[in-house]
């Protein structure tokens, strides 16, 4: 069994890790141990119990001890009012207006299989699940403390309900997925900030004795923050040391915070909110908190990131195309932006054809009125006049040549010069009084009212229904603000922004079940919804809308950490590269791009004769490498942000029977030294065959490769196909 209680004592047990609670003598529920897997031991000994801390607080019951508190204490679910002075993992204002919450343990059940959170995303297959339940009676709060048990991922989840068993209306103001306390140690935050064009960019700095805090405030996960980070020893590296990655299965705004106490203890909380959520819950109601989650590693950061990526691949998203071939595709946004027609489409189509591409998208501007940013969203309808025709005729001739039709919605958005906007100008974000704020000259549609919800899957349906289209690139291009509707309570306005992710999931279920053979890629700005809960619905994100090869190295790096290769949207782009001006020979876009989903955006059809040629080659060469690329052990053996000369990374196969090996050279000095890399991966009792020559796996691994030498030009690459023998 994966989960065993004994004593007042749970153990969650993984293949290679542990997780201990225990209900200590006074009710409540306390974090003994979570890391590397232990026996069955009762690790209470650690507790922080029989010492006198000065100036704290003790609670009623134990006021004459002088040496319970709480404030020293790992708790697995802490409160306020009772003596924590540290973050708490939830708060509440009660009828009486107070905001004191006394967790005790009233319960717990182990549940067959895993624990399902209806209307959210969240992990799925063969797992153990625990419920705890805490009450307060004096309030009438029960919580439900929610773990799942992915033993051979090395995965836990957690997830939080809240329920009211009282008689009086009670307001929640916090409500965390998780809070974990460690006891003791020095611990690194590794997070991944940015900006559009920017995202998931590696970070590392000390935890000190100070509240650190990462979120998002903007109603999408964002650009500025990604809810994975990581707590890790100070001298962990990729393939050695302790870490512990957390992460949440959701696409809103969420809250995030570190904090290390002054008896140096370290706490961690995640889960959704910002600076304004509340959630009303009257009598009898409950509230269900997004899932998180974490796992542990001893092994440094690549054992991390691969039990993520499993989880993802295998245990989060449902779609059929998750862990199967998906197709090479030319988008033609940065081809022709607005300034397109039908004609033009099948004049790419064509020239993507002749390089082995499987799909062309159309893009931004075939509805409504479109021909630039200021209008028509919403009015989900095709410019017949635009396309010469109608998107059955245009799709025939894309199919005619054997390649697929793909299409790009941005179904959350309105645009006030639009037929939907002014037939429903109550369907949008907007505060009585105010002027709206804007973003890309475009307003919200409210997703928390069903009719809203409704229209839009009625109307994305009725053009998936009208052909033959095979994906959807589904995009959201602006923060959310104003949040504001008319038929809410002033009282509830805080739980807009929930309530809108819970109608974007609605509508996301309802859509990907209807069309389960259409493959979805999710979009925000690029990368600004790059998050499990997205991927719950869609196999792979737009990675960002930065196509800049060099760029890409240090945002696909980031992204690495938590999200597997195969959820990566990366696309080859013409140069000089549109959001840079920077020039970077073909190879070297190649080279990155293979490492993702991989198609085109450019204008195939100004390609010359030898770009053809080459990329009739790499998108083969791809091909040839998709199931390596997407099922394979991701590897990075050197990091962007650490050095200046080179970045490189290798993909292993996890039987090691094969290995790809890709090095870009950002730093080209005259009478460059030869860029040597220890590998990754392989057998080290089996020989490799790598261009032609025979290398051991040991020598390979422990002594190294020769990647790269006296090399020259503007950021040259370098790619190997590593074969056992």
């Not at 708790?75 to 939830?90: K, S, V």
């Not at 959201?476 to 809410?488: P, Q």
Request: glycine share 8%; net charge negative.
């Amino acid at each position: 069994m994966a989960i065993k209680f004994d004593k007042q004592t749970f153990q969650l047990h993984t293949k290679n890790t542990t997780y201990q609670l225990q209900i200590d003598t006074h009710g409540r529920l306390m974090h003994l141990h979570y890391g590397k897997k232990i026996e069955d031991t009762d690790l209470s000994y650690m507790l922080d119990e029989g010492i006198d801390r000065s100036y704290n607080i003790n609670p009623y019951e134990v006021a004459f001890e002088s040496n319970y508190f709480l404030n020293a204490l790992p708790q697995e679910y802490p409160t306020l009012g009772y003596g924590d002075f540290r973050t708490p993992a939830i708060i509440l204002k009660n009828a009486d207006g107070t905001t004191a919450l006394d967790l005790h343990y009233k319960e717990h059940e182990l549940v067959e299989g895993k624990y399902e959170l209806p209307g959210l995303p969240a992990t799925f297959g063969e797992a153990e699940s625990l419920k705890i339940t805490l009450e307060d009676t004096a309030s009438g709060i029960e919580v439900d403390l929610l773990y799942a048990v992915f033993v051979d991922k090395d995965i836990i989840t957690r997830a939080t309900i809240v329920r009211n068993v009282g008689y009086e209306t009670i307001t929640l103001k916090k409500v965390q997925s998780l809070s974990m306390d460690f006891l003791y140690g020095e611990f690194d935050l590794i997070h991944f900030q940015g900006h559009h064009v920017a995202e998931r960019l590696y970070e590392r700095t000390p935890i000190g004795h100070h509240l650190q805090h990462i979120g998002s405030n903007r109603g999408i996960s964002s650009h500025q923050h990604n809810p994975g980070f990581i707590l890790a020893n100070p001298g962990t590296i990729e393939n050695f040391g302790d870490c512990y990655g957390f992460n949440l299965v959701y696409s809103g705004n969420f809250n995030a915070n570190i904090e290390k106490s002054e008896t140096d203890s370290t706490r961690v909380t995640l889960g959704l909110g910002d600076d304004t959520f509340s959630w009303k819950l009257e009598a009898g109601q409950s509230f269900t908190a997004p899932e998180a989650v974490l796992s542990y590693s001893a092994n440094g950061f690549a054992q991390l990131s691969q039990n993520f990526h499993k989880m993802v691949k295998e245990n989060l998203s449902r779609s059929k195309f998750t862990n199967t071939k998906r197709p090479v595709l030319i988008n033609n946004w940065e081809a022709t932006y607005f300034d397109f027609t039908g004609e033009k489409l099948v004049e790419i189509a064509n020239a993507a054809k002749a390089i082995g591409v499987d799909m062309l998208v159309m893009d931004d501007g075939w509805f409504g009125n479109r021909f630039d940013d200021n209008r028509a969203l919403g009015d989900w309808f095709v410019n017949e006049e635009k396309l010469g025709g109608s998107l059955k005729g245009l799709v025939e001739k894309i199919n005619a040549l054997d390649m697929k039709f793909g299409i790009w919605f941005e179904p959350e958005m309105v645009s006030e010069e639009s037929k939907l906007f002014k037939a429903h100008p109550d369907w949008a974000y907007r505060i009585p009084g105010r002027n709206p704020s804007m973003g890309r000259k475009q307003l919200l549609l409210d997703l928390s009212k069903t009719e809203v919800q409704d229209y839009l899957y009625e109307t994305i349906s009725a053009v998936l229904d009208s052909t033959n289209i095979e994906y959807v690139k589904w995009d959201m291009n602006r923060a959310i603000t104003h949040w504001f509707n008319g038929e809410l309570p002033t009282d509830q306005l805080g739980e807009l922004q929930h309530r809108y992710m819970l109608g974007l999931y609605r509508l996301f279920d309802k859509v990907t079940s209807r069309f389960p053979n259409i493959l979805f890629e999710g979009c925000a700005g690029g990368g600004g919804r790059f998050d499990l809960g997205m991927l719950y619905y869609q196999p792979q994100i737009w990675t960002s809308d930065n196509t800049d090869a060099i760029n890409r190295l240090k945002i696909q790096y980031g992204t690495s950490f938590f999200y597997p290769i195969s959820s990566m949207g990366s696309h080859v782009s013409v140069t000089p590269n549109h959001q840079t001006g920077r020039s970077t020979p073909l190879d070297t876009r190649f080279h990155v791009a293979m490492s993702g989903t991989f198609g085109y955006e450019l204008d195939l059809t100004k390609m010359s004769t030898k770009e053809k040629e080459d990329s009739s080659r790499y998108t083969a060469l791809y091909k040839q490498y998709q199931q390596l690329i997407f099922s394979g052990d991701y590897y990075r053996l050197t990091s962007p942000f650490d050095t200046k000369q080179i970045t490189a990374w290798q993909i292993t196969a996890q039987d090691q029977s094969e290995s790809l090996l890709t090095v870009v050279a950002t730093d080209v000095i005259g009478n460059s030294p030869n860029i040597y890399l220890k590998l990754q991966g392989l057998d080290e009792q089996a020989d490799y065959e790598i261009n032609g020559k025979t290398y051991s796996g040991s020598a390979l691994m422990n002594v190294g490769f020769k990647a790269m030498q006296q090399y020259t030009g503007n950021f040259p690459s370098a790619q190997f196909y590593i074969k056992r023998k």
